[in-house]
């Protein structure tokens, strides 16, 4: 009977003692979490690494510990660069990214996140769709829309420099009419969806924010890509030079004003109305 009677006392001091360690754990994970964006602000990302997979360890449910966790790992993968080291980073951070959107797959910075490392891997591919997933999230993310546009022209870049090569040319700015029509035409399969898709995003970015002059400089760019399409066309291709010439005029105007706003912004400590400090 004493042993019946005594059983659940021994059970409400179990709960007690493990709610206590339970929450001696979440002190200890937020002063690792802690610890480790000291670390990440000083530039020490291994320490900063370290600390916050503890904090991960020690409550798996902690908030933002995973997200700075993959930021960690992200801030140390090289772009462009494909040795092992390199590729492990990146993978552990699309890893600890995808790991914040199993519990929220809206958490746009985790999307971003894995879009950015994508396309520092050059998996351009993979980068375009979770862009696009971003875009799922938030229609108004002018900087998704532009990233597109980028991978299109970097794309379809590299197709016309590969198929100018072919053909002993180089590529000259002007929608290259001295090429081949057999080599043109081939391009234009090549390069046509991605000069029709680029433009779209470009577009698309410079609604949402009508100032974006590198949104721009790469319409410039893209419609240089479309003149290079015509193949034999010469009306058409001069209409693609003058919109590029166009595109291009306007991003250089709109990136001086955008510097001069910038320029005349103030401050540091702001004077209001009456002279106070604010």
């Given at each position: 009977m004493n042993r019946i009677a005594r059983f659940p006392v021994m059970a409400a001091a179990f709960l007690a003692m493990l709610t206590m360690m339970t929450g001696c754990s979440r002190l200890q994970a937020r002063d690792q979490l802690n610890k480790g964006v000291a670390a990440y602000k000083n530039a020490k990302y291994e320490e900063a690494i370290n600390h916050f997979q503890n904090a991960v360890n020690l409550d798996p449910t902690l908030p933002m510990a995973r997200l700075y966790l993959a930021t960690a790992y992200a801030q140390q993968v090289v772009p462009d660069l494909t040795t092992p080291d390199n590729m492990k980073n990146a993978n552990l951070a699309i890893q600890g990214f995808q790991s914040v959107l199993d519990k929220d797959p809206k958490d746009i910075g985790s999307l971003k996140g894995i879009a950015g490392l994508y396309f520092q891997i050059d998996k351009f591919d993979e980068a375009k769709q979770w862009q696009q997933k971003v875009l799922a999230v938030d229609p108004q993310d002018a900087e998704a829309a532009y990233t597109i546009g980028v991978i299109d022209w970097g794309v379809a870049h590299k197709n016309a420099v590969q198929a100018l090569a072919g053909?002993?040319?180089?590529?000259?700015?002007?929608?290259?009419?001295?090429?081949?029509?057999?080599?043109?035409?081939?391009?234009?399969?090549?390069?046509?969806?991605?000069?029709?898709?680029?433009?779209?995003?470009?577009?698309?970015?410079?609604?949402?924010?009508?100032?974006?002059?590198?949104?721009?400089?790469?319409m410039n760019l893209m419609y240089r890509r479309k003149a290079d399409l015509e193949c034999g066309n010469d009306s058409a291709r001069k209409e693609d030079l003058d919109q590029a010439g166009q595109w291009r005029d306007k991003a250089m105007g709109t990136r001086k004003a955008n510097e001069e706003k910038k320029n005349n912004t103030p401050g540091g400590i702001v004077m209001d109305g009456s002279g106070n400090m604010k």
């Open positions: 053909v002993g040319m180089q590529d000259n700015g002007d929608g290259n009419p001295k090429m081949p029509k057999p080599a043109c035409q081939k391009l234009q399969e090549q390069n046509t969806p991605l000069v029709n898709e680029g433009l779209q995003y470009l577009q698309k970015a410079l609604e949402i924010r009508p100032n974006y002059d590198d949104a721009m400089a790469y």
